[in-house]
């Protein structure tokens, strides 16, 4: 007992509490296996128009997505006490609009040829994510979401925005995600966009993240989140004024009817020109890692950039309009990334922009490739990890191209973090640029459109050893024309980025942690002193506490009466966040061997339990005793063992597992044997009835053993 009080007193003085500490969830939560054709993660936004600050414990969700233009669902599964989940702030960069070359980065001589209109002031916090854990369950119509962080208070560590488009800015968004808590994973199928990954749609979707206590096994699958990011502009026929970089215009379909123009901007950290940019979401000039769109006479949209910048989309016909100016293919989205990028940032890869085109509206959309995040003790196996920008393999002798125009979407941004490396392990990661769109026309070079510029290649954070993995973020390929040579100008993008880390170059609350809960158990009577006999109740409080900065579910309380006693009743009560029933049932056949719970334990907390049993008419005099475990499901569980149980090794009760299945280490934490020595809170002295002459003196509150009573 004093061991464990000066544990507690260590824990809570000397150890800096909510200075951007590690965040545990609950390790292995989610089992040994991906279910099959369901979204992995649950994605929920916030009210529109919401400052989170800083040190934030609550939030308001909105009902996670289901249907829209993209996708069928956004997940299935609610939020439940101890999810661990992520908070990314997706889009919040700050755009110079101007109808000129200062359109973006406010520098006339931005972008990959100096040419200007592309780029942004400030990345503000796009990227910026953290882990936080919810302590209440929110269904998936939304609702307040509580939780723990790293931050102040136990709050959030960033300041989160949610804002529609104002006069000065494009529209900001942030995302929670439930994020999956796996205790070993095997994958048994290919991950992919059509079953598992939705598309970014201006509010949530985009990122696959995941966390594996133990091992994930590749086991020759791929995941692969291509074209999940950022949207690309669709094509349209617009009737844009020379040299726009922005505008708002209307597309005449026929004498006195007009449409909106589709043909615009991609999608980036500076917003979705879908839901509004100031001054209009067409035009040339590129926001952020966005590509521009074509104007003026079939010209390309630009590619959208991330660890490499996008190119410039091709450039349009004349017509023999000497108004008519060069280049005038959509601008190149810009690169948010840089060689030396510290991983504390997590984007989406930039949408392509969106070309002018006759006889085609809202084709294609070059996406950008989505967020892959895996933290795992270890990787194993062959695999590959994808998060390409749409689209790969639409080039010269391959398949013909029938969306012109569009430029290429970036590469996504994926996130490795394996706690310890296994040799055997040889895995493929891409998030390569994809290609501009490339019609195959035989037109003259005058008359025909111009092809999409190349998307720029991805970002890959890795903290795998190099020789385990072949890395792949190479850029676009502008699109061509017939003859093949020819692009108008259209450039390619530019290559991406590799970093490699180690886990102690992130942050610390970024940080992985191959966290496991220690859970301590006592026991003690409700009145030491006095003295039972058989027949009479006695008051047990079991105390269960969780010792470590890692939470644990499905928590079980086991105890293990003296003979002749049995279960009668117990409740439960909670401190902090800890949760559970209330009224406790026994789950055994066995009533003096009862099973209660389940209980949820976050750090710190403590579930204490009252438990009334009685004592058999059987019973003799003597001091009787008491011992108490738990039972928790196994956070390095296998598929072969889905339901195993674990125990602390200290004071375990027989046949039961006291070492983690697949690193063999023994469970940390007490559980209390009443047998020992130095162990007597919850000793019961039971005496004899007193008999004087023909009389038994008894206690009035005794309930008597009469003839026929159980022995």
Request: net charge neutral.
């Amino acid at each position: 007992m004093k061991i464990r009080s000066l544990l507690l007193l260590f824990y809570l003085f000397f150890i800096p509490q909510n200075i951007q500490a590690q965040i545990c969830g609950t390790p292995g939560k989610d089992g040994t296996r991906i279910n099959p054709l369901r979204v992995i993660n649950t994605y929920f936004s916030p009210d529109d128009n919401l400052v989170l600050p800083s040190g934030s414990r609550q939030l308001m969700l909105n009902m996670n997505y289901v249907g829209g233009a993209y996708d069928a669902h956004y997940g299935d599964v609610p939020i439940t006490k101890g999810d661990l989940l992520i908070i990314i702030q997706m889009q919040d960069a700050l755009i110079h609009f101007s109808n000129d070359a200062n359109y973006g980065a406010n520098d006339p001589f931005s972008g990959p040829d100096g040419l200007g209109g592309t780029g942004y002031v400030g990345l503000g916090n796009s990227g910026k994510y953290e882990y936080i854990v919810a302590t209440n369950e929110v269904p998936l119509k939304g609702g307040p979401l509580t939780f723990k962080g790293a931050g102040p208070a136990m709050g959030t560590v960033n300041e989160y925005t949610s804002s529609s488009v104002s006069s000065t800015r494009g529209s900001r968004s942030f995302q929670i995600i439930r994020v999956p808590q796996y205790s070993n994973l095997t994958l048994d199928r290919d991950i992919n966009i059509y079953s598992y990954v939705p598309h970014f749609n201006g509010k949530a979707g985009g990122v696959l993240a995941f966390h594996v206590a133990g091992t994930l096994n590749l086991n020759g699958y791929t995941i692969d989140v291509s074209g999940r990011g950022f949207r690309g502009g669709g094509n349209g026929r617009g009737f844009n004024s020379d040299d726009d970089y922005i505008r708002n215009v209307y597309a005449q379909i026929s004498p006195g009817s007009f449409i909106s123009s589709i043909m615009g901007k991609g999608d980036g950290v500076g917003g979705s020109p879908s839901l509004g940019f100031p001054l209009g979401s067409r035009g040339k000039g590129a926001p952020g890692n966005a590509g521009g769109s074509g104007y003026l006479y079939l010209a390309g949209g630009g590619g959208g950039g991330n660890g490499g910048a996008g190119g410039a989309g091709g450039n349009g016909s004349t017509y023999g309009n000497p108004k008519d100016t060069f280049p005038n293919g959509g601008r190149p989205g810009s690169a948010v990334y840089g060689v030396g990028s510290v991983p504390d940032r997590l984007m989406l890869g930039g949408g392509g922009g969106g070309g002018d085109v006759n006889n085609t509206v809202n084709a294609g959309h070059r996406s950008g490739g989505a967020i892959v995040l895996i933290n795992a003790n270890r990787i194993s196996g062959t695999g590959r990890i994808i998060s390409n920008g749409k689209y790969i393999g639409h080039f010269l002798g391959e398949m013909p191209d029938f969306v012109p125009g569009e430029g290429g979407g970036a590469g996504g941004t994926i996130f490795i973090n394996e706690f310890h490396g296994d040799l055997s392990a040889n895995v493929s990661i891409e998030a390569k640029g994809g290609y501009g769109g490339s019609p195959n026309l035989n037109q003259t070079i005058n008359a025909s459109p111009g092809p999409g510029g190349g998307g720029g290649g991805g970002q890959i954070f890795c903290s795998m050893s190099p020789s385990r993995i072949i890395a792949d973020v190479s850029r676009g390929k502008a699109g061509r024309l017939n003859p093949i040579t020819d692009t108008k100008f259209a450039a390619d993008g530019q290559d991406g980025n590799v970093k490699q880390f180690n886990n102690n170059d992130l942050p610390p609350y970024l940080r992985y942690s191959n966290c496991l809960p220690e859970l301590n158990t006592s026991i003690s009577q409700s009145n030491l002193t006095a003295s039972y006999r058989a027949g009479e109740e006695v008051i047990y409080s079991i105390k269960i506490s969780n010792m470590q900065s890692a939470n644990v579910s499905g928590v079980k309380l086991e105890v293990k009466l003296p003979v002749g006693f049995s279960f009668v009743s117990a409740k439960a009560s909670y401190t902090g966040d800890a949760g559970g029933p209330a009224d406790l049932t026994n789950s055994a056949v066995n009533a003096n061997q009862p099973i209660m719970g389940d209980f949820i334990l976050f750090s710190g907390d403590e579930v204490l339990v009252t438990l009334i049993a009685k004592i058999d008419c059987s019973v003799l005099a003597g001091t009787y005793h008491a011992s108490a475990q738990t039972l928790s499901p196994d956070p390095l569980r296998t598929a072969v063992n889905p339901d195993r149980m674990v125990t602390p090794a200290i004071n375990a009760f027989p046949n039961t597992f006291t070492s983690y299945e697949t690193s063999g280490a023994s469970v940390p934490g007490i559980n209390y044997n009443g047998n020992l020595p130095d162990c007597n809170t919850e000793d019961v002295l039971v005496i004899a009835p007193m008999i004087t002459g023909n009389q038994i003196q008894m206690p009035q509150i005794t309930v008597f053993c009469l003839a026929g009573d159980p022995v």
